[in-house]
């Protein structure tokens, strides 16, 4: 059974920072692409950021520079450093497991909230 379980979200001020983490239980996480992708209200989900099983990321152009993905394989878990946080940055975020044989998982969410 996969799961993948976020953590770290929460109430921030504009400018402010937070990390975010995802720990995967199962035997996926090392072979597995990793992705945060987030959702605001009434808006559909949207790619945030990737790693590869090589290290390789890739970010959404609206945080290039303010957000930074890694991977621990020896946590089995995800992070994302989110800085200088701006309100468009408020949206649940969902962490996610991609592998091309043993499928495409996802977190719960964890709610990210930048407001004064």
């Known amino acids: 059974q996969v799961q993948l379980v976020e953590s770290g979200g929460g109430l921030v001020q504009p400018g402010g920072s937070l990390r975010l983490s995802c720990v995967v239980s199962?035997?996926?996480?090392?072979?597995?692409?990793m992705g945060w992708y987030r959702q605001a209200p009434g808006k559909q989900r949207d790619l945030v950021a990737t790693?590869?099983?090589?290290?390789?990321?890739d970010y959404t152009d609206s945080v290039k520079g303010r957000f930074t993905i890694s991977r621990d394989n020896a946590k089995n878990t995800l992070y994302l450093q989110m800085n200088s946080l701006k309100p468009e940055d408020t949206a649940v975020y969902y962490c996610?497991?991609?592998?091309?044989?043993?499928?495409?998982?996802w977190g719960q969410g964890t709610q990210v909230t930048v407001s004064s």
């Open positions: 790693v590869t099983t090589g290290g390789t990321t």
């Open positions: 996610n497991s991609r592998h091309g044989i043993w499928g495409t998982y």
């Open positions: 199962g035997s996926i996480f090392s072979i597995s692409t």
